[in-house]
C-alpha cells in the first residue's frame, strides 16, 4: 500500500503568517491523485483539495494545494484563526485508499 | 445539501459485531447519487484516519485488506442508506466511525458527524 508520510507533525505559527505542509508518498501518486483534508476536534474531516490542486466548493484561495509524483504540499498563504487545525492528506490512485498521519497547525 | 448521519450502538463488548448504519438525507444513493460510492472512515481517539470500505448503490465493493475480512459493507437503496459490520472487534476497533460520499475517484466530499464505538465489556 501507499504509505503518506506527513510533516512537520506540528506547525507553531501565528495568525497572518505562511504554512507550508508537506506529504511524502512511498511510490508515486499517480493522475495527482491526492487530498487534503482539515479537522477541527469534534468535528468531521472536511475536503479542501482534491487532485493535488483543486479547490473543494467554498475553499477560500489562500488555501492552496500543489505537487506530482511523490511530493506534495498545502499551503495556507495567510493564516486566519479558522485555519488552527489538523490537516490530513489521502492518496486515491492506488488501494487501499490511505491517509497520512496528519500535521497539527497550532497558535504560536 | 447532502447529508449523512450515522447510527449504531456505542458500547460493543469484545469478540462480537459492531453495526453501524449510514443514513442518506437530501440526496440519492441511486439515481443522481449513482456515481458515486459510500464509504466508511474510522479513526481511534487521537490517532489518525483509516478507510474501511466502501459500496456504490448496486453493490459493487472494495475492502481494506488490513481488516482481514472482518468487514462486511451493505446498501440498501429502497431506505436510501448503507451499513458496516464489523466482526469479532477487540479494543482495538475503539474508534469514531464515519461515513461519507466517495467521489468515483476516490476521494470523500461530504462526512457524517461521525459516532464513537467503544469495545469494551
Known amino acids: 500500500e501507499v504509505v503518506l508520510t506527513q510533516s512537520p507533525g506540528t506547525l507553531s505559527l501565528s495568525p497572518g503568517e505562511r504554512a507550508t505542509l508537506s506529504c511524502r508518498a512511498s511510490?508515486?501518486?499517480?493522475?495527482?491523485?491526492l487530498a487534503w483534508y482539515q479537522q477541527k476536534p469534534g468535528q468531521a474531516p472536511r475536503l479542501l483539495i482534491y487532485?493535488?490542486?483543486s479547490r473543494a466548493t467554498g475553499i477560500p484561495d489562500r488555501i492552496s494545494g500543489s505537487g506530482s509524483g511523490t511530493d506534495f504540499t498545502l499551503t495556507i498563504s495567510r493564516l486566519e484563526p479558522e485555519d488552527f487545525a489538523v490537516y490530513y492528506c489521502?492518496?486515491?490512485?492506488?488501494?487501499?485508499?490511505?491517509f497520512g498521519g496528519g500535521t497539527k497547525v497550532e497558535i504560536k | 445539501q447532502l447529508q449523512l448521519q450515522e447510527s449504531g450502538p456505542g458500547l460493543v463488548k469484545p469478540s462480537e459485531t459492531l453495526s453501524l448504519t449510514c443514513t442518506v438525507s437530501?440526496?440519492?444513493?441511486?439515481?443522481?447519487?449513482?456515481?458515486?460510492?459510500w464509504g466508511w472512515i474510522r479513526q481511534p481517539p487521537g490517532k489518525g484516519l483509516e478507510w474501511i470500505a466502501s459500496?456504490?448503490?448496486?453493490?459493487?465493493?472494495y475492502y481494506n485488506p488490513s481488516l482481514k475480512s472482518r468487514a462486511t459493507i451493505s446498501v440498501d437503496t429502497s431506505k436510501n442508506l448503507f451499513s458496516l459490520k464489523l466482526y469479532s472487534v477487540t479494543a482495538a476497533d475503539t474508534a469514531v466511525y464515519y461515513c461519507?460520499?466517495?467521489?468515483?475517484?476516490?476521494?470523500?466530499?461530504?462526512w457524517g458527524q461521525g459516532t464513537l464505538v467503544t469495545v469494551s465489556s
Open positions: 437530501s440526496g440519492s444513493i441511486s439515481g443522481s447519487g449513482s456515481s458515486f460510492y
Open positions: 489521502q492518496q486515491y490512485c492506488c488501494a487501499p485508499l490511505t
Open positions: 461519507a460520499r466517495d467521489v468515483p475517484s476516490g476521494y470523500h466530499d461530504y
Open positions: 487532485g493535488a490542486s
Open positions: 511510490q508515486s501518486v499517480t493522475s495527482s491523485s
Open positions: 459500496i456504490n448503490y448496486s453493490g459493487t465493493t
